[in-house]
């Protein structure tokens, strides 16, 4: 069985007797994917390899808070963090704290994104759309976005103001980082925001 063949089993749910023996591939792919089904999470939030360890807390985020201060895993954890929807409140806290007290953070422009986060979950709900929350400055706008479609997003102000119909053309697009971010990258370019390269 190829090692596509076994991450693909494991997405699935099969094979899963011989998730014993796929825990020591070589490969990291095939052990991030164990870790993303939620296995093994105590055996791989050790594993020599970031990615690996990142996917344990996407998968098994009490893991965040617990391994966030370890030399070996703080990284990780905020790299997972990254790509969580609805990160816990106490991780922000935990974030923000210590990025604030390592000067050689290479993390400190994180600081304003993960406040922003804090500062949504903290917030009166509202009825008003995304747009509209992120046209007001309104932290509400961020909630179920990945932190990584968050700083997109505020980078999208730095080039120029963005115009309310990409924006809403932008926010309908939040299911799936990797296209909201060729969004903002078009915006950044130039280009028409719904571009897509052939």
Not at 5 to 26: L, R, V
Not at 110 to 121: E, M, S, T, Y
Not at 171 to 192: H, Q
Request: aromatic content about 8%.
């Amino acid at each position: 069985m190829t090692d596509t063949e076994k991450i693909q089993a494991i997405q699935t749910g099969q094979q899963f007797s011989k998730y014993d023996e796929w825990i020591h591939s070589k490969n990291p792919d095939v052990r991030a994917a164990l870790a993303l089904a939620g296995q093994f999470p105590h055996i791989l939030i050790r594993d020599e390899n970031d990615k690996v360890r990142r996917c344990v807390a996407i998968a098994k985020q009490d893991y965040l808070i617990h391994e966030f201060r370890d030399p070996q895993n703080g990284p990780s954890m905020i790299g997972a963090m990254t790509h969580l929807r609805y990160p816990p409140k106490e991780f922000l806290e935990e974030a923000i704290k210590a990025i604030e007290e390592n000067p050689e953070s290479r993390q400190k422009d994180l600081i304003p994104v993960f406040q922003l986060r804090l500062d949504a979950l903290n917030a009166e709900p509202s009825e008003e759309s995304v747009v509209d929350l992120f046209l007001a400055g309104n932290p509400l706008w961020t909630r179920g976005l990945e932190t990584i479609e968050v700083c997109n997003a505020l980078d999208l102000e730095k080039v120029q103001p963005i115009r309310k119909d990409d924006l809403a053309v932008l926010f309908a697009n939040t299911d799936g980082s990797a296209r909201f971010i060729e969004m903002c990258s078009n915006y950044r370019l130039g280009l028409d925001i719904e571009h897509k390269l052939p």
